[in-house]
């Protein structure tokens, strides 16, 4: 365990891709910025909320008042939850290019703002949910939700993706299940941000030692004959580079250095 006084001998992203050392990194810190007499506040579950409701609640106190981050959903919830007296201005030349490619998107595809629309009902249920958020994925890789499912999409452009000399699994669209997953959680965060408490545990997300996580889909990504035969021949043992780590699954005896 690292404490004030530890010098680091490896990368932050390497150190923070542990949860202890995560949680103790941020305890280290909140403290050092205490003593310094710098008010902290912890967010339990969503940090871009707690730090767009906090610039909000202060914001009668002074001129102006800057919040710094780089994820756009900050400028999101600002321009959604700011009052109408409330100016928000973006210094951040360089927003996320693909959140904002895909609000164009939606803006000329009035279809689909109407499908999204579901988000917003806090009454929806998770049939509509999921409806909803699979017909959005269909469109957004290119195929009709009114003639496909997400599972058809998902086979025909493996068929064209497998043609070709390269190409890369995960590029393909998710399946339903997974799909189906991410709707709830999504729709599970809008909901939280429009001030609308919602059971996590029913809307895609489980509990762990660490916290609330990503509840895993149920359904593999492709029958268990195919999967067996993704491998790699990496002699220094399977890394990021390994076909089955790309295609997000355990090494298989096929692999050769491992063996599964």
């Given at each position: 365990?690292?404490?004030?006084?530890?010098?680091?001998?490896?990368?932050?992203?390497k150190?923070?891709?542990?949860?202890?050392?995560?949680?103790?990194?941020?305890?280290?810190?909140?403290?050092?910025?205490?003593?310094?007499?710098?008010?902290?506040?912890?967010?339990?579950?969503?940090?871009?909320?707690?730090?767009?409701?906090?610039?909000?609640?202060?914001?009668?106190q002074?001129?102006?008042?800057?919040?710094?981050?780089?994820?756009?959903?900050?400028?999101?919830?600002?321009?959604?939850?700011?009052?109408?007296?409330?100016?928000?201005?973006?210094h951040?030349?360089?927003?996320?290019?693909?959140?904002?490619?895909?609000?164009?998107?939606f803006?000329?595809?009035?279809?689909?703002?109407?499908?999204?629309?579901?988000?917003?009902?806090?009454?929806?249920?998770?049939?509509?949910?999921?409806?909803?958020?699979?017909?959005?994925?269909?469109?957004?890789?290119?195929?009709?939700?009114?003639?496909?499912?997400?599972?058809?999409?998902?086979?025909?452009?493996?068929?064209?993706?497998?043609?070709?000399?390269?190409?890369?699994?995960?590029?393909?669209?998710?399946?339903?299940?997974?799909?189906?997953?991410?709707?709830?959680?999504?729709?599970?965060?809008?909901?939280?941000?429009?001030?609308?408490?919602?059971?996590?545990?029913?809307?895609g997300?489980?509990?762990?030692?660490?916290?609330?996580?990503?509840?895993?889909?149920?359904?593999?990504?492709?029958?268990?004959?195919?999967?067996?035969?993704?491998?790699?021949?990496?002699?220094?043992?399977?890394?990021?580079?390994?076909?089955?780590?790309?295609?997000?699954?355990?090494?298989?005896?096929?692999?050769?250095?491992?063996?599964?």
């Open positions: 365990m690292f404490h004030e006084e530890t010098v680091l001998q490896y990368t932050k992203e150190l923070l891709a542990n949860e202890c050392n995560k949680k103790r990194f941020i305890e280290l810190l909140k403290k050092a910025l205490q003593k310094a007499n710098i008010c902290v506040q912890q967010a339990v579950e969503d940090a871009d909320l707690t730090i767009v409701n906090t610039a909000i609640s202060v914001a009668p002074y001129d102006y008042g800057p919040v710094v981050g780089e994820d756009i959903d900050l400028l999101v919830l600002l321009t959604a939850l700011a009052s109408t007296h409330m100016v928000v201005i973006s951040q030349h360089c927003l996320a290019k693909v959140k904002t490619n895909l609000l164009v998107y803006l000329k595809h009035e279809e689909l703002l109407n499908r999204a629309a579901t988000f917003l009902n806090p009454q929806a249920t998770t049939e509509q949910v999921t409806e909803a958020g699979e017909n959005v994925l269909v469109a957004l890789y290119g195929g009709d939700p009114a003639t496909q499912n997400l599972d058809e999409l998902r086979y025909h452009s493996f068929v064209k993706a497998a043609a070709k000399t390269k190409f890369n699994l995960a590029r393909l669209p998710p399946n339903t299940d997974v799909a189906q997953l991410h709707a709830m959680r999504s729709y599970h965060q809008l909901q939280i941000w429009l001030g609308n408490e919602k059971d996590s545990l029913k809307w997300w489980m509990h762990n030692p660490s916290g609330l996580f990503p509840k895993k889909s149920e359904k593999d990504p492709a029958p268990e004959s195919l999967l067996q035969c993704i491998s790699c021949t990496r002699k220094k043992g399977c890394t990021n580079a390994c076909g089955r780590r790309k295609a997000g699954q355990h090494c298989s005896l096929l692999c050769k250095h491992c063996i599964g």
